[in-house]
Nanobody, 118 residues
Framework: QVQLVESGGGLVQPGGSLRLSCTAS????????MGWYRQAPGKQRELVAN???????NYADSVKGRFTISRDNTKNTVHLQMNSLKPEDTAVYYC????????????WGQGTQVTVSS
């Protein structure tokens, strides 16, 4: 089992910045990808960004150039630096991880609310 705990959400004005963090614990060996998804009211959950153990990254087109994902393998932590935030970025953000020993299983955090509003 893998437990994921997020932090860093909140309320920010348009154009502002927030940094989300997620720390993995439990049976964390063989985690090969960690990342962030988000879900806005009435919408499906969507990938925001992810990063592999080898630090290969993948971003949604809507956040490219504004968000940066990074990973500290020694601390089992992934960060999402979000700049130039827009009201459409408002959503619950979920940390996500997969292990190569059970690749069909998704691990999720409890979610953290990000609200972009003036």
């Amino acid at each position: 089992q893998v437990q994921l705990v997020e932090s860093g959400g909140g309320l920010v004005q348009p154009g502002g910045s927030l940094r989300l963090s997620c720390t993995a614990s439990g049976s964390i060996y063989r985690i090969y990808v960690m990342g962030w998804y988000r879900q806005a009211p009435g919408k499906q959950r969507e990938l925001v960004a992810n990063i592999t153990t080898g630090r290969n990254t993948n971003y949604a087109d809507s956040v490219k150039g504004r968000f940066t994902i990074s990973r500290d393998n020694t601390k089992n932590t992934v960060h999402l630096q979000m700049n130039s935030l827009k009201p459409e970025d408002t959503a619950v953000y979920y940390c996500h991880a997969k292990r190569n020993i059970d690749p069909l299983r998704d691990y999720w955090g409890q979610g953290t609310q990000v609200t972009v509003s003036s």
